[in-house]
């Protein structure tokens, strides 16, 4: 029943902005990191930002200084504020989390199911 469901992508100027947001349902006992992929057309995913637990955070070098991951773990939410947006930023972005279900005594891997993000002018 654990699900990842990414909204806020769309279309966007070079130089705008976009805000992503994951929120992860179900019953959920603990979330550890949480992290966010894009993938571009013919291209490998590629790690974007991570999150951890406590909120380290990381960034790949193209986006740092753009880009902020934030999480909610009250709302068991990450966020991906994306700034100064540039076309080589278009691609599929993909929220992901190692979540542990209410029932299960094992954590598994979840992605979410993709939101497109179009940066053009």
């Known amino acids: 029943q654990v699900q990842l469901v990414e909204s806020g992508g769309g279309l966007v100027q070079p130089g705008g902005s976009l805000r992503l947001s994951c929120p992860a349902s179900?019953?959920?006992?603990?979330?550890?990191?949480m992290d966010w992929y894009r993938q571009a057309p013919g291209k490998q995913r590629e790690l974007v930002a991570t999150i951890t637990s406590d909120g380290s955070t990381n960034y790949r070098d193209s986006v740092k200084g753009r880009f902020t991951i934030s999480r909610d773990n009250a709302k068991n939410t990450v966020y991906l504020q994306m700034n100064s947006l540039k076309p080589e930023d278009t691609g599929v972005y993909y929220c992901y989390a190692f979540i542990t279900a209410v029932g299960s005594n094992w954590p598994a891997n979840y992605w979410g199911q993709g939101t497109q993000v179009t940066v053009s002018s």
């Open positions: 179900g019953s959920i006992s603990s979330i550890a990191a």
